[in-house]
């Protein structure tokens, strides 16, 4: 289970450069949901009740020849897949990963307000799905560039967390800002840097965020950064 989050809410210092982007139209695709699978895992991820997760995301034409598919066991498999009754695919389907970074500067950490759903308007750290090709850190800054104009020396990987109710893995690195040339990118409403009394809990948008930055300041505290794993299996709400 996972950590209580201390609820300090409702503080807002002064930032130190924010782009403001809130007239521009929401991208059409979400960082965390872009795909045809979006609504299903929307769906489970504002679950709290772990067992009514689905062990796949649904599907009803192949992606290779268009034809209807069904659910089956194949042979030799353990579990259902979805199976192309015209050309034979099996379509696997996995976890996904979900990279980001921690960015910081001096005594402050870079959050994102999103322009997209889900949690439009929620504060986030950079981060967002890998792409095909790219490895973790690549990922990592890629997304921090993209989501708030920062460029960043990706320091070591810090948290590991499991959420499996929406078939998904994120991971975060600590990363130093280059410097505080920030800019809200295409997803983004707002960039900020926030002090830890600044930080805003309740407006937090996902689990992994809040608890990746609870690890954060209380390694801070400590002197000592190592690296975190956890599995996350409550809803959306609990920030
Ligand atoms: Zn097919």
New binding site residues.
Partial sequence: MILASPHDSGVTGPSTRVADMSGAPPAAHGRYLSDAVANATLASFQSSDPSTARATSSMKF?S????A?SSRIPPGDNRERFV?D????IHYQNPRNVVGTVPVWEDKVLLCRRAIEPRYGYWTLPAGFMELGETTSQAAARETLEEAGARVEIQSLFSLLNVPHVHQVHLFYLARLLDIDIAAGEESLEVRLFAEHEIPWQDIAFPTVGQTLRYFLADRANGHFGLHTGDIFRSLRDG
């Fill in positions: 192949c290779v020849c268009g034809h598919v192309c015209n050309c034979g695919t």
